[in-house]
């Protein structure tokens, strides 16, 4: 009896579900962080495929509804949320936004997935309580949920005028590598890899 051919290994994929923030708002799909990442992840040994399924304008209630079908499409090893910005924006109420991302995190766990929070941080004029309050809940869950976190997406980025385009909300290409650098070092250590340390120019 001929032996079968053996099946190739297919590559660990990760699920990025997020909005603008991961779908190139206004720029080149392969400058933003997400085909940067894309590029570092295939070029590992194993290599790793990168799923994004971000769409600007995301909410966690939209994203909550999308991640069922993603989760049984991909069955990815790593879940990347991304999302709460534009629920922020629009002043929704913390307890609402907390709810769908506790649900998105036990959902993506339940599945076998490792969880990667991206925390995010609203203008000051949103208000100290409430900005406060959306900052909180990134840290409380990746603690009680025992999930990757990054605090802040945008960290040394937003408060540069020179990073972030006219809006004042999204980074421009020439960002997109620091906030790789931002994922990354979160990442890195959830899939076995190295931190990548950006040298000083």
């Known amino acids: 009896m001929l032996a079968r051919p053996a099946l190739a290994t297919q590559p660990a994929t990760i ?5 603008s923030l991961s779908a190139a708002q206004n720029i ?3 400058a933003a ?5 894309q590029k570092r992840l295939a070029d590992m040994r194993p290599p ?7 769409i600007s304008g995301e909410t966690t209630a939209s994203g909550l509804a999308r991640l069922p079908g993603l989760l049984k499409q991909y069955r990815p090893k790593l879940v990347i949320l991304e999302l709460g910005a534009n629920d922020g924006l629009r002043g929704l109420p913390l307890a609402e936004i907390r709810t769908n991302l506790v649900a998105m995190v036990k959902q993506s766990e339940a599945s076998g ?7 995010i941080e609203l203008p000051v004029n949103y208000g100290p309580r409430y900005r406060d309050g959306l900052r909180a809940i990134y840290a409380d869950l990746a603690r009680q949920y025992r999930t990757g976190l990054v605090p802040f997406l945008l960290q040394g980025i937003a408060l540069h ?12 290409a020439a960002a997109q ?6 994922v990354w ?12 340390v950006r040298p000083e120019s």
Do not use: F, Y
Request: hydrophobic fraction near 55%; avoid cysteine.
């Open 48 to 54: 790793r495929r990168l799923v994004n399924a971000s």
């Open 28 to 30: 080149q799909l392969d």
């Open 177 to 182: 590598p620091l906030v790789l650098d931002n």
């Open 161 to 172: 005028p020179e990073l972030m385009q006219a809006d004042g909300l999204h980074p421009t």
């Open 15 to 19: 699920l990025l579900l997020g909005d």
């Open 113 to 119: 997935a490792k969880v990667l929070l991206l925390g």
């Open 185 to 196: 070092a979160a990442l890195a250590s959830m899939i076995g890899a190295k931190p990548q």
């Open 33 to 37: 962080w997400p085909a940067l990442l």
